[in-house]
């Protein structure tokens, strides 16, 4: 008899050990999908800022709104997972935050326009110069077909390979280097962007951008106006320049 209640003891402890398991697993499930509820308003709150801030710079734009599926890549990727935990609560802000080595994450809006600005289809290639915390490629990654992106500061490009093994992104490949020379062993690409100004366009991206293709690049000194530049070529080879509008970028970097 002993026994028997020696082990009904055991039965009933190991069911109180399973049922606070399951409470602390089902609070634990239940916190997590609202956070992620949380996140995701946050999300479309900065895509309608994104929109308004498009509307009342149409006239730089040429557009009065941007492509459907460009709000919706932003309105998907967890931004709040590409930025450092000092500035988390402004992860959904429409503006630029520092992401450590002189860096920043780059304002959503503009993130948004230049994206669009390249019309991009969904068997494209586009090569990124300027991984930074990898946001960009991370919005890219879900218009297209693969893309290549460029970081020069190695902390950082081995932080955005990380983050994106981690988010699931498998059609983001990062290597460390001076992006101004590109990626020519993947190129000829279809879209180029570049996330860091230039004092010049350079002769290396023009060379690798595709016949038809699109590249986005802000030009300028750091201490003065920068401008944004859509550079289209044509079927023959030829180029066209664009401007955008006025931006303010970090500057490129490297040694040449």
Not at 205 to 227: A, D, Y
Request: hydrophobic share 40%.
């Amino acid at each position: 008899m002993k026994q028997i209640m020696q082990n009904e003891q055991i039965r009933f402890t190991v069911l109180i050990f399973l049922s606070l398991i399951f409470s602390l697993f089902t609070a634990t499930c239940t916190l997590a999908s609202s956070m992620e509820e949380h996140y995701m308003q946050k999300r479309q709150h900065m895509v309608r800022l994104i929109e308004q801030d498009v509307h009342q710079t149409s006239k730089y734009l040429d557009t009065e709104a941007l492509d459907s599926k460009v709000l919706q890549a932003i309105g998907t990727v967890p931004r709040h997972k590409f930025v450092i935990p000092e500035t988390l609560e402004e992860a959904y802000h429409n503006n630029p935050l520092p992401i450590g080595y002189g860096q920043t994450i780059s304002q959503p809006y503009i993130v948004a326009i230049m994206t669009d600005l390249l019309k991009l289809s969904a068997g494209d290639t586009v090569l990124e110069i300027g991984t930074g915390s990898g946001y960009q490629a991370a919005v890219l990654s879900e218009l297209v077909k693969q893309v290549y992106s460029i970081e020069i500061i190695a902390p950082l490009a081995e932080q955005a390979s990380l983050r994106f093994k981690e988010l699931g992104y498998t059609n983001i490949s990062t290597k460390i280097a001076d992006g101004y020379y590109g990626w020519e062993e993947h190129a000829p690409f279809d879209a180029i962007i570049v996330t860091a100004a230039a004092s010049h366009i350079p002769h290396a991206l023009l060379e690798q951008l595709k016949p038809g293709g699109r590249m986005m690049i802000p030009v300028g000194s750091n201490f003065m106006t920068q401008q944004l530049l859509l550079i289209t070529k044509d079927p023959d080879g030829q180029l066209q320049t664009r401007q955008i509008l006025p931006v303010r970028f970090v500057p490129l970097t490297g040694k040449h």
